[in-house]
């Protein structure tokens, strides 16, 4: 079965870190592009970031350039997301996504169950 | 850089067709992907690069573009199509390519 768990979630306080993970099986990860998207409570899915399938591509959204850093290590099937400089803004759920190698255009077919991240004093 | 809209609710009775649409700014983007989102869970990807279903999503649900704008198409709704739905698109002209939609809330009466 493909499973993607994320994990590293919590109450922080603002100017404060966090390191979400984000587990792979059942797939060959490797593979595989994959992204960080996120959902404020009661809002809409606003995508964060992506890192290609070997890691040498990288985008951020405006609202996390400088701030948030994601990685890849694909021997322990893992992602991960560094987001530094957290903001009252900043909480949501994340979602780690795998993305699609059937899209010609990247969408993304497998999502985590997602983890909070909560930003507030 | 693309921006995606989408009426924020449509609502409708069981057994009718729902077209959910979203339009894009500039015209010519390449593909859209449909996700479907109900309370409390993940989204779910129900079609992609505009028309393709992945498995396991019923035939129901369909998609198609013109002139700029794409749509979802939800025939004989159910009421377990109520959720949100959100499209996305990837910019290959932006350093933030993937854009998401702001969503349309489909409500079954």
């Known amino acids: 079965q493909v499973h993607l768990v994320e994990s590293g979630g919590g109450l922080v306080k603002p100017g404060g870190s966090l390191r979400l993970s984000c587990t792979a099986s059942?797939?060959?990860?490797?593979?595989?592009?994959m992204s960080w998207i996120r959902q404020a409570p009661g809002k809409g899915l606003e995508w964060v970031s992506y890192?290609?399938?070997?890691?040498?591509?990288?985008f951020y959204a405006d609202s996390v350039r400088g701030r948030f850093t994601i990685s890849r290590v694909n021997a322990n099937n893992s992602l991960y997301l560094q987001m530094n400089s957290l903001r009252a803004e900043d909480t949501a759920v994340y979602y780690c996504?795998?993305?699609?190698?059937?899209?010609?255009?990247?969408?993304?077919?497998?999502w985590g169950q997602g983890t909070m991240a909560t930003v507030s004093s | 850089s693309y921006v995606l809209t989408q009426t924020p609710s449509v609502s409708l009775a069981p057994g009718q067709t729902a077209r959910i649409t979203c339009g894009e700014n500039n015209i010519g983007f390449e593909t859209v992907h449909w996700y479907q989102q109900k309370p409390g869970q993940a989204p779910v990807l129900v079609v992609y690069?505009?028309?393709h279903r992945p498995s396991g999503v019923p035939e129901r649900f369909s998609g198609s573009t013109s002139g700029g704008t794409a749509t979802l198409t939800i025939s004989t709704v159910e009421a377990g199509d109520e959720a949100d739905y959100y499209c996305?698109?990837?910019?290959?002209?932006?350093?933030?390519?993937?854009?998401f939609g702001g969503g349309t809330k489909l409500t079954v009466l």
């Open positions: 059942g797939f060959i990860f490797r593979d595989y592009y």
């Open positions: 996305q698109a990837w910019d290959s002209s932006s350093d933030h390519p993937v854009v």
């Open positions: 890192i290609s399938s070997g890691g040498d591509t990288i």
């Open positions: 690069d505009d028309r």
């Open positions: 996504a795998r993305g699609s190698l059937t899209s010609v255009w990247y969408s993304f077919d497998i």
